[in-house]
T-cell receptor, first 114, second 116 residues
């Protein structure tokens, strides 16, 4: 079935370090891919998305490219800040009859220290 | 208030209590969702409503009972819960299929439930 795998973490980085969080997926068809972020005490919010192969999603300095050949959607940021400390979820959407079912990965906790 | 709101934000209940969680969205979305988020486990989809009709029920125990009286409101009625039901319960909504963001989900802040 459809699934998402991502590195478990927790990941601890110093401020201004480079971030990569790996994500791979298994899906039939051509899903859309997402990164959601959850800050402490809050719900999830969409960080970026890509709807087809070779698309690059970007937001707030984060980027991810939809790689169909490697079934991957790795999240990167060149210079992390303390405010980026959160849990990051990779996800894909599977079209259903009347809605899109979103399948989430287990989440990767990121802590950025000054 | 805009976005997706959930009340209460925190709830402590005994195993014999009956309580309800409320979710409200002011985004004009057609679909609404309940998720369970437990520590060390992936997000679990519980129920989906599309245009007020339940379209998915992911083998959720009957002690959880959803209700969607209209497209803006979603409830989760709780009764005779178990301690392992303690978790963060998240509500989400998504736009209609003719929206460019139709497959994006917008989440509320969640209700932190503790069952004693």
């Amino acid at each position: 079935g459809d699934s998402v795998t991502q590195m478990e973490g927790p990941v601890t980085l110093s401020e201004e370090a480079f971030l990569t969080i790996n994500c791979t997926y298994t899906a039939t068809g051509y899903p859309s891919l997402f990164w959601y972020v959850q800050y402490p005490g809050e719900g999830l919010q969409l960080l970026l998305k890509a709807t087809k192969a070779d698309d690059k999603g970007s937001n707030k300095g984060f980027e991810a490219t939809y790689r169909k050949e490697t079934t991957s959607f790795h999240l990167e940021k060149g210079s992390v800040q303390v405010s980026d400390s959160a849990v990051y979820f990779c996800a894909l959407s599977v079209p259903k009859t009347s809605y899109d079912k979103v399948i989430f990965g287990p989440g990767t906790s990121l802590s950025v220290i000054p | 208030e805009t976005g997706v709101t959930q009340t209460p934000r925190h709830l402590v209940m005994g195993m014999t209590n009956k309580k309800s969680l409320k979710c409200e969205q002011h985004l004009g979305h057609n679909a609404m969702y309940w998720y369970k988020q437990s520590a060390k486990k992936p997000l679990e989809l519980m129920f989906v409503y599309s245009l007020e009709e339940r379209v998915e029920n992911n083998s959720v125990p009957s002690r959880f009972s959803p209700e969607c009286p209209n497209s803006s409101h979603l409830f989760l009625h709780l009764h005779t819960l178990q301690p392992e039901d303690s978790a963060l319960y998240l509500c989400a909504s998504s736009p209609s299929a003719d929206s460019i963001s139709y497959n994006e989900q917008f989440f509320g802040p969640g209700t932190r439930l503790t069952v004693l």
